[in-house]
């Protein structure tokens, strides 16, 4: 993990996507990102983990470690996979406070909007939405 910023790390995400001007070598950045993703142990792929309101199926967990909220996410699918691995990028390792004020308006900005589907997207939110209730729960 890096110290930069969650701007920062938002900033250097921009950067990849406006240097990867084709949709088909973005989709390949984001499974790669996705095939770097931690291992997730099968423990942790539980029903209660599960994601509700996502096509594929995606475990997400989260808890404190010291003052930074920790992130932990698996998918079955290669692109959900790699918009996991987007999302931790930004919000895993970051105090709450840290986390609510990073707006998640960059996956707009990214364009993944429009190149999603509608079921890919609002899992995507869903997603975004777990992580600020995690961040919101766990506020000093």
């Known amino acids: 993990m890096s110290d930069m910023t969650a701007a920062e790390t938002i900033e250097e995400l921009k950067d990849a996507f406006l240097f990867l001007e084709e949709w088909t070598d973005r989709y390949g950045y984001l499974i790669d990102l996705g095939k770097k993703l931690p291992e997730f142990p099968p423990e942790l792929q539980v029903d209660e983990n599960l994601m ?51 707006d998640p308006a960059f996956l707009d900005e990214l364009g993944l909007q429009k190149h999603l589907s509608p079921s890919r997207s609002n899992g995507l939110h869903s997603m975004v939405k777990h992580v600020m ?8």
């Open 133 to 140: 209730a995690a961040a919101t729960r766990n506020k000093s």
């Open 52 to 102: 509700q309101g996502c096509q594929s199926q995606v475990w997400l967990v989260s808890h404190m470690e010291g003052d930074k909220l920790r992130f932990k996410a698996a998918s079955d699918a290669m692109i959900v996979s790699g918009l996991i691995a987007l999302i931790l990028k930004v919000y895993d390792n970051r105090t709450p406070e840290e986390i609510l004020a990073t």
